[in-house]
C-alpha cells in the first residue's frame, strides 16, 4: 500500500491549523447567539413561585406520550434516511456514469420542494395520503414518504458533491473488467469511498425529520414537535421543558453521528493520484471477492 507522510511544517498542515483556528473563532463568536436562547428556556421551565423547580421536568420523565412522540420521530428519521439513500445513491451514480445530460434534470427535480411552500405541498399531498392510509394504514411512519421528497434537495447537493469528489468512472470501469456486478460496484466500491457525503446527507435528514412540524399536524399525524404544540396548550412550563430536551437530545444524537461519519471517512477519500490507486485496489478486492 502506497502511503505519504505529511511535515507539520508544511503549508498544507499551517493551512489546517489556520482553518481550525478560524471555525474556533467563529464558534465562538457565535456561541451567545445560539446559547442565550437555550438558557432562557432553562430558566423559564425551572422558574416557580417559591425559587427554582424542576416538576416541568420531572413530569417529562412521568409523561409517556413524549416517549412515544420521542420513539415515533426517531422511527421516521431512520426509515426516512433509508429511503433517501435508497432513492438517491443510486440515482445519482447512474446519472454521473451514463445519463450526464440529464444531470440538471435531475438536480432541478431534487431542488424543487424547496421552492414550494409546506402549506401547498401538503394541500397537494393529502388526497395521496387518503390512498396510502387506505392501503398501508393511518401509521405516522408513513410520512417517510413525503420526508424523504422534503430532505431531497439537501441530500442531493451532499452526495452530489461526494460523487464529484472522486474519479468515479475510474473506479466502476476497474471494478467492471475485473468482473464485478452493478450492485457490487455500487455497494462494494461506490458507497464506501462516499461515506462522508453519505453521512452528510443522512445528518441533514436526521435534522429535517426531528424538528419537521407543518406536515405532521396538518395530516393529523404525531410526532416529536406535534407532541410539543400539544403540551404548550395545557403548560408552557412542560412544553419549554421538553422544547429543550428535544434540542439538547437532536444535538447530542447529531453530534454523536456526524462524529462516527467522520472517523469511518477517514482516509476514505481517494487524493490525487495515491488515493485513486488505492480505491482501485479496492475495486480489484470487490470485484475478485478478497477483503481489501
Known amino acids: 500500500m502506497v502511503g505519504r507522510t505529511v511535515s507539520a511544517g508544511t503549508p498544507a498542515v499551517a493551512q489546517r491549523r489556520r482553518t481550525a483556528l478560524v471555525r474556533w473563532v467563529v464558534l465562538l463568536f457565535f456561541a451567545p447567539f445560539f446559547l442565550l436562547p437555550l ?3 432553562l430558566e423559564f421551565s425551572t422558574r416557580g413561585t417559591k425559587g427554582r423547580t424542576f416538576e416541568a421536568w420531572r413530569a ?35 446519472v454521473h456514469l451514463r445519463l450526464p445530460r440529464l444531470k440538471r434534470v435531475v438536480e432541478f427535480l431534487c431542488l424543487l420542494p424547496l421552492t414550494i ?31 424523504a421528497i422534503l430532505v431531497l434537495p439537501y441530500a442531493y447537493r451532499a452526495i452530489d458533491a461526494g460523487v464529484g469528489a472522486i474519479d468515479l468512472t475510474t473506479l466502476a470501469e476497474a471494478a467492471r473488467s ?27 435528514a436526521v435534522a429535517l425529520v426531528l424538528g419537521e412540524f407543518t406536515l405532521a399536524s396538518l395530516l393529523n399525524f404525531e ?56 480505491a482501485m485496489g479496492t475495486a480489484g478486492a470487490a470485484a475478485t471477492g478478497n477483503p481489501a
Open 60 to 94: 417529562i420523565v412521568a409523561n409517556s406520550e413524549v416517549f412515544h412522540a420521542v420513539v415515533i420521530s426517531l422511527e421516521q428519521a431512520v426509515l426516512t434516511v433509508l429511503l433517501m439513500l435508497v432513492m438517491l445513491v443510486p440515482t445519482v451514480v447512474w
Open 39 to 41: 438558557f432562557a428556556m
Open 117 to 147: 411552500p409546506a402549506i401547498v405541498i401538503v394541500v397537494g399531498i393529502a388526497p395521496v395520503y387518503a390512498w396510502v392510509n387506505y392501503f398501508l394504514g393511518s401509521s405516522p411512519l408513513t410520512l417517510t414518504f413525503a420526508y
Open 178 to 204: 475485473l468482473g464485478a456486478s452493478w450492485t457490487t460496484v455500487l455497494l462494494r466500491v461506490v458507497v464506501p469511498n462516499l461515506r462522508g457525503a453519505l453521512a452528510s446527507a443522512s445528518f441533514l
Open 223 to 278: 410526532n416529536l414537535q406535534v407532541r410539543i404544540e400539544l403540551l404548550g396548550k395545557r403548560s408552557a412550563d412542560i412544553s419549554v421543558a421538553v422544547s429543550l430536551a428535544a434540542i439538547l437530545f437532536a444535538f447530542v444524537l447529531l453530534l454523536a453521528f456526524s462524529a462516527v461519519g467522520r472517523r469511518r471517512s477517514g482516509g476514505a477519500e481517494p487524493e490525487d493520484a495515491v488515493g485513486t490507486a488505492g
